[in-house]
C-alpha cells in the first residue's frame, strides 16, 4: 500500500475530501468508495485485477482531486523507477544534445525521466557514471556514446552491466559498442563510404581523413569506410593523408594546417564538428573552401547549415535516433522485446565541396590559359 504521494491543491465539484495542501490515496479512496490498497493497485498499473467499475471510479476520484503519484511511490510498488541513465561522451555536443531531445520527447511521454552523464570518454569516469546509476535503482541505461576500447576497462563494463541485467535493468545502445545489447544504430561504415565517394565523384583523389579518437570504435569505423571508399575507386590508401580530428571543432581546425601541407584537394571530416573546425583553419591560412579544397562531414548536426561555409554532410537523423531508442527501452519495460534497428543515411549537399581546382603544374591541353 502507497501513502506517500504528490499533490496539488484541488476544488472538487462534488461532495468529498477538503481541499489540503497534500491529496493522499486515502483522500481518492475516500471519494471513489474503494480501499487505499485498490487506488494503489489502479495507479501503479498493477497487474492485480480490479473491475471496471472500480477502476472508473478511481480514475474519476483522481481526476478531480488532482491526484498524481509520486515517482518514489510508484517506485514502492512496482519495483520501477521510471528513470532512465544515459551515457555520453560530452553533453554539450551537439550531436548529443540532438539525441538527447529525442529521448527525453519519448520518455516524456511515457512518465519517465532522464539522468544524462558525460563521460569525457575516460574509462574510470564511464565505470563511476554505471556505478551511479546503479545505485539509483534506475530501469534503463542507455549507451549514446560509442565503446571505448580499452579490453580491461570493457571486460569491468561487462561485469557492471550484467550484474545490472540480473537484477531486472536493461541495456540499450545507440552507437558502436561491444557490449551485446538490443539497440538502434545507423551505419558507421556506410556514412563514411558515402562521404568519401562523394569526393570522388566530383573527381577527387587525394582526399584526407580527419579522425576521430583512436580509442573509440565508432572512429575506427568510420576511418575503415574511407578505406573501403578509397579503395573501391582504385585510389591507393596513403596513411600520411590521415589526420587526428578528436571529433572537435580544435581538433579539425589544428589538423588543417597538416592538411594544407599535404596538398590535398578534399578532405572528410570523421563528425561536422571537425570539419567545421576545418573550414575555420583552412581559412585563416587563406585556403578557400570549395575553390581549393572541398569539406564534408558526417551527422548534419543542427548548425552545419550555419558553417563559416554551409557543410555538405551525411545527414542521420539524430533526433530521430533518440526517440526511437527510447520507444526500445519502454517496449523492453512493457514486454521484454529486443528488436534492434538501423537508422538511414543520406547525401545534405551544400557549399562545402565541388569538383577540384585544375592545378596550374599539370599541363592540360585546351583547359588552360598559357601563362
Not at 537484477?167 to 557490449?179: Q, T
Not at 562521404?195 to 579522425?211: C, M, N, V, Y
Not at 596538398?263 to 573546425?277: C, F
Request: glycine share 8%; aromatic share 6%; with cysteine.
Amino acid at each position: 500500500m502507497i501513502e506517500s504521494v504528490e499533490s496539488t491543491p484541488s476544488r472538487p465539484s462534488r461532495p468529498g475530501p477538503a481541499p489540503r495542501s497534500e491529496v493522499s490515496l486515502r483522500d481518492v479512496a475516500r471519494l471513489a468508495g474503494v480501499s487505499p490498497s485498490t487506488v494503489s493497485r489502479v495507479v501503479s498499473g498493477s497487474d492485480h485485477p480490479v473491475s471496471a467499475e472500480s477502476r472508473a471510479r478511481v480514475l474519476d476520484a483522481a481526476q478531480r482531486l488532482r491526484f498524481r503519484p509520486n515517482r518514489v511511490a510508484r517506485a514502492l510498488a512496482t519495483a520501477r523507477t521510471q528513470t532512465i541513465g544515459v551515457i555520453v561522451h560530452d553533453a554539450a555536443d551537439p550531436y548529443f544534445a540532438q539525441i538527447i531531445r529525442g529521448l527525453e520527447d519519448v520518455a516524456g511521454e511515457h512518465d519517465h525521466a532522464l539522468f544524462v552523464a558525460s563521460s569525457d570518454r575516460d574509462p574510470e569516469t564511464e565505470l563511476a557514471c554505471v556505478r551511479a546509476f546503479l545505485s539509483h535503482q534506475v530501469d534503463a541505461i542507455v549507451l549514446a556514446a560509442s565503446g571505448i576500447d580499452q579490453p580491461e576497462h570493457l571486460a569491468d563494463l561487462a561485469q557492471l552491466f550484467d550484474l545490472f541485467i540480473a537484477r531486472g535493468g536493461h541495456v540499450v545502445s545507440l552507437s558502436e559498442h561491444p557490449y551485446p545489447s538490443p539497440g538502434i544504430r545507423f551505419d558507421n561504415h556506410g556514412v563514411a563510404v558515402m562521404a568519401t565517394q562523394h569526393l570522388i565523384d566530383l573527381g577527387h583523389e587525394r582526399i584526407s581523413f580527419l579522425a576521430g579518437p583512436n580509442e573509440l570504435f565508432v572512429s575506427k569505423v568510420r576511418l575503415d569506410g574511407y578505406r573501403s571508399a578509397l579503395s573501391s575507386a582504385g585510389i591507393p590508401f596513403d596513411s600520411n593523408l590521415v589526420f587526428d580530428g578528436y571529433f572537435s571543432l580544435e581538433g579539425g581546425r589544428a589538423a588543417s594546417r597538416r592538411v594544407v601541407e599535404s596538398d590535398v584537394t578534399g578532405i572528410v571530416a570523421a563528425n561536422d564538428l571537425t570539419a567545421i573546425g576545418a573550414i575555420r583553419g583552412l581559412a585563416e591560412r587563406g585556403v578557400r573552401v570549395p575553390d581549393d579544397i572541398s569539406v564534408i562531414g558526417i551527422n548534419d548536426i543542427t548548425f552545419a547549415d550555419y558553417a563559416p561555409v554551409p557543410l555538405t554532410t551525411v545527414h542521420v537523423a539524430l533526433t530521430e535516433l533518440g526517440r526511437m531508442g527510447a520507444r526500445l527501452v519502454m517496449t523492453l519495460l512493457q514486454d521484454g522485446h529486443t528488436d534492434s534497428g538501423v537508422m538511414p543515411h543520406w547525401l545534405i549537399q551544400r557549399q562545402s565541396t565541388a569538383p577540384p581546382p585544375i592545378r596550374r603544374d599539370v599541363s592540360v591541353d585546351g583547359l588552360l590559359p598559357p601563362d
